[in-house]
Antibody, heavy 123, light 108 residues
Framework: QVQLVESEGGVVQPGRSLRLSCAASGFTFSGFAMHWVRQAPGKGLEWVTVISYDGSTKYYADSVKGRFTISRDNSKNTLYLQMNSLRAEDTAVYYC????????????????WGQGTLVTVSS | EIVMTQSPATLSVSPGERATLSCRASQSVSSSLAWYQQKPGQAPRLLIY???TRATGIPARFSGSGSGTEFTLTISSLQSEDFAVYYC??????????FGQGTKLEIK
């Protein structure tokens, strides 16, 4: 069965960095586009970023562009999110999620989600 | 950016009754619309994609309809496990993919 397991988040000071990882199993990881979606405490869902099946194409929400970087290692079945210059408003549960398609141009249907990991940005 | 607006914010329905949730897009998203269910402390679950196609394993009591700017999620006969928050999401004009603010379906 499809499993997506995020690394532990934690408390980070404003301006600092944190890297999240997501270990995928139960499917051919290299055959799917992947997303990060976040949810601030008590709030709705916010899409963060998407990466194509081969890592060649990436898109970001304006709120994180220039600060966050998505990447993947298909040899390790792992997705990453490097978060730099963190702000209080980045505090959220971060979900790793799989798209139904490999083609990023047809992406957007998110069919499997990890359990999420809480990142708290606070001094 | 396309803004997705869901209504109502909270819907109170009795078990066994029908629930109808609405989602409106600020501009046409064609049929590129998905619905997700989220229970407290859990990740979202894909229910519907392409506005009307049920995802794998989703019971037939869930149905989606609409196109363009107006969409509906209908749950024909509410079961206890259906009480949750529901989100719509467009993927026609992106980035960004955008979600509605959610509708909380609660027991009446």
């Amino acid at each position: 069965q499809v499993q997506l397991v995020e690394s532990e988040g934690g408390v980070v000071q404003p301006g600092r960095s944190l890297r999240l990882s997501c270990a995928a199993s139960g499917f051919t990881f290299s055959g799917f586009a992947m997303h990060w979606v976040r949810q601030a405490p008590g709030k709705g869902l916010e899409w963060v970023t998407v990466i194509s099946y081969d890592g060649s194409t990436k898109y970001y929400a304006d709120s994180v562009k220039g600060r966050f970087t998505i990447s993947r290692d298909n040899s390790k079945n792992t997705l990453y999110l490097q978060m730099n210059s963190l702000r209080a408003e980045d505090t959220a549960v971060y979900y790793c999620a799989r798209d139904r398609d490999y083609d990023i141009l047809r992406a957007g249907e998110i069919d499997y989600w990890g359990q999420g990991t809480l990142v708290t940005v606070s001094s | 950016e396309i803004v997705m607006t869901q209504s109502p914010a909270t819907l109170s329905v009795s078990p066994g009754e029908r629930a109808t949730l609405s989602c409106r897009a600020s501009q046409s998203v064609s049929s590129s619309l998905a619905w997700y269910q989220q229970k407290p402390g859990q990740a979202p679950r894909l229910l519907i994609y392409g506005a009307s196609t049920r995802a794998t394993g989703i019971p037939a009591r869930f149905s989606g309809s609409g196109s363009g700017t107006e969409f509906t999620l209908t749950i024909s006969s509410l079961q206890s496990e259906d009480f949750a928050v529901y989100y719509c999401q467009q993927y026609n004009n992106w980035p960004p993919y955008t979600f509605g603010q959610g509708t909380k379906l609660e027991i009446k």
